[in-house]
């Protein structure tokens, strides 16, 4: 899979504009602000493939990323962001509802959690509607650079804790600033496309 060939195949905004292709799909849900543009950017290596918004909560379609005419990388709009209406959360949660719910081609939801902060309720919601849908949980914790190193092991205690993570879950620390994270993501990816990673 050449990852070079890469392209934003269409933003989404009902299952009626979903690609019809059929590949694989790895989504990517999270806070507004975690990160989730930068670390598609990062596992791209591109700059700016994925839109990196300045403004929180900007995103509020579902962006398909067609990887190789092989597998679609999914990023789905930000949750949290407090500005949005009672509207626009309605709107938001029938979205993810509508494509994790009945999107077949949905491989696995992966949830990325800011590393210098405890999980949300948000996140630990987010967490849950994963379990509910997937057979496991898999968590990258995203800023590690941003970490004093003896930060890191204790705030992914807490994550851990948080998210009540189990045996079979996984959490996987990430950094744009360096490629610690880069090359696990793409590889439990890889092991899912390949049904090398199951129970």
């Known amino acids: ?19 019809t ?3 694989m799909e790895f989504a990517f849900a999270g806070r507004s602000n975690v990160g989730k543009s930068s670390l ?9 493939l994925a839109r990196v918004s300045s403004t929180p909560g900007k995103t509020a379609t579902i962006n ?6 092989t597998i679609f990388l999914v990023d789905l709009p930000g949750y949290g962001y407090a500005q ?3 509207e626009e959360k309605a709107k938001w949660g029938q979205m993810m509802d509508d494509y994790l719910s009945g999107r077949e081609q949905l ?4 949830l990325l959690v800011d590393s210098r902060h405890k999980p949300t309720q948000d996140d630990i919601q987010m967490c849950e509607w994963i379990r509910h849908y997937h057979d496991r949980v898999i968590v990258v914790a995203t800023k590690v650079d941003k970490l004093k190193k003896r930060e890191i092991e204790g705030n992914l205690e807490l ?3 948080t998210l009540s993570l189990g045996e079979d879950d996984i959490l996987v ?18 092991m899912m496309r390949v049904g090398e990673l199951e129970d």
Do not use: C
Not at 64 to 69: A, E, G, R, S
Not at 107 to 110: A, E, G, N
């Open 173 to 190: 620390p990430f950094s744009t600033q360096d490629d610690e994270g880069k090359f696990t993501v793409w590889d439990m990816i890889e």
């Open 40 to 48: 598609i950017n990062k596992l791209l290596n591109r700059k700016s």
């Open 107 to 110: 491989v696995q939801t992966i």
């Open 159 to 161: 994550i851990w804790e």
């Open 64 to 69: 398909f990323y067609n990887i190789d005419d």
């Open 84 to 86: 949005r209406s009672k």
């Open 1 to 19: 899979m050449n990852i070079h060939n890469a392209s934003l195949k269409i933003s989404a905004v009902n299952p009626k504009q979903y690609p």
């Open 21 to 23: 292709e059929g590949y």
